[in-house]
């Protein structure tokens, strides 16, 4: 099968977002089952990419596009402004078998699609992707029909998803769990000595990080780095640090396996609604007990493996939760025990996960209702 997974948004090796690596996992284990996948996406370049932008202008029907196969499957990256006509123009050849889209910024390619008669898969990563639709087919009712064609499918990444689209759309979609490669963020030593925050940014709650930290001074923290902060944002950051001397920043990990060697409590505190929490299975499948938001998808990824925390509880609730698993080896133990057996549940298998997007696939393009 050809599938395009069609971002607009860079991807690896420029972003390292738990959506884009997603996008990776699920391409290399399509590839790796025989399938011909190829993510589409744009590329970082800024000022940069200007004279390309210039000539397309000159030229308006040849979109600049850079291809490789740098990830292991091809690659097509576009400048933003250019990615909608390259498309098109894909689209117009019959390059693709399926399509799949991610992100807001790629609903603009629905009708294309669409018209074209080309099976399309919509992945909702994101609450705000169901919002932008909700507010899409309340608009239009012919936008509203295209959702529900068969040959049309909106697929939820955990069961919270599936819910907020049936309240939303009224639709009943299936759930496919992000894919994520347990082998390759599994450390094979364990030397637990730090409370780890991964992407130490204010949407994932680095006030309640720090405000963490400030009351249990005994214990080291590390704010590891997903992918990097800019300048202006690093600096700000570390100069909170100062008044802060258990906690260290680390840029970002060539291995995210080495992090998870150093981590004895991951703490997940997001102040926005996650759609499921990559870290947090990445944890749990390390053995690593999770202290996270009850919200969103995080309790599915969650699971057994952590306890879970109010959005509104203070500070001090997540620092007695973060001591009571630190103080107690026993019980430390035993939840991180817990999450290894929730991490290798069947639905979290990435090969599983690739088999049931080929298999709606599949379903989209011969028409058959899919039961959710």
């Known amino acids: 099968m050809r599938i395009a997974l069609i971002v607009k948004h860079p991807v690896l090796p420029e972003v390292t977002a738990g959506g884009i690596l ?21 590329k970082y370049g800024g000022r ?54 991610q992100d807001v910024a790629t609903f603009d390619l629905i009708d294309a699609v669409h018209r074209r008669r080309v099976p399309l898969l919509i992945r909702i990563v994101a609450v705000q992707e169901v919002d932008a639709l909700e507010r899409r087919a309340a608009a239009d009712p012919a936008f509203a029909a295209v959702l529900r064609d068969p040959a049309v499918r909106v697929i939820s990444n955990s069961q919270y998803v599936a ?12 759930v496919v769990y992000p894919p994520i490669d347990l082998d390759e963020c599994r450390s094979a030593v364990h ?52 008044a802060l001397p258990n906690v260290r920043l680390s840029p970002v990990a060539a291995s ?25 299975l990445e944890g749990a499948a ?49 939840v991180g025990a817990a999450g290894v057996v929730h991490a290798a549940e069947p639905a979290f298998d990435q090969r599983a996960v690739a088999a049931e997007i080929v298999r709606i696939a599949e379903q989209a393009s011969s028409g058959e209702q899919l039961a959710a």
């Open 22 to 42: 997603d996008l990776h996992h699920l391409a290399r284990e399509l590839a790796r089952e025989g399938h011909r996948p190829e993510v589409v996406a744009t």
């Open 48 to 101: 940069r990419l200007l004279p390309h932008r210039l000539l397309q202008r000159v030229r308006p029907g040849r979109p600049t596009v850079w291809r490789d196969v740098v990830n292991g499957y091809p690659t097509s990256r576009y400048g933003d402004w250019a990615l909608h006509t390259g498309v098109l123009q894909r689209l117009d050849r019959g390059d693709w078998d399926v399509v799949a889209l």
């Open 163 to 174: 819910g907020r689209v049936r309240g939303q759309l009224g639709l009943d979609t299936p």
């Open 191 to 242: 030397e637990p000595t730090d409370v780890t925050m991964v992407n130490p940014r204010d949407v994932k709650g680095i006030d309640t990080t720090l405000a963490v930290a400030a009351l249990l001074p005994h214990r080291q923290f590390l704010l590891q780095e997903a992918w990097a902060l800019d300048p202006a944002e690093r600096a700000a950051l570390l100069d909170r640090l100062r």
């Open 256 to 280: 995210v396996a080495d992090v998870y060697r150093r981590t004895a409590v991951l703490l997940v505190p997001s102040r926005v609604v996650e759609t499921f929490g990559r870290v947090a």
């Open 286 to 334: 390390n053995g690593i007990p999770v202290v996270a938001t009850r919200a969103g998808g995080l309790p599915e990824a969650v699971g057994a493996g952590g306890v879970l925390v109010d959005p509104a509880a203070p500070a001090s609730a997540w620092a007695e939760a973060v001591e009571g698993l630190l103080a107690d080896p026993g019980r430390r133990a035993a």
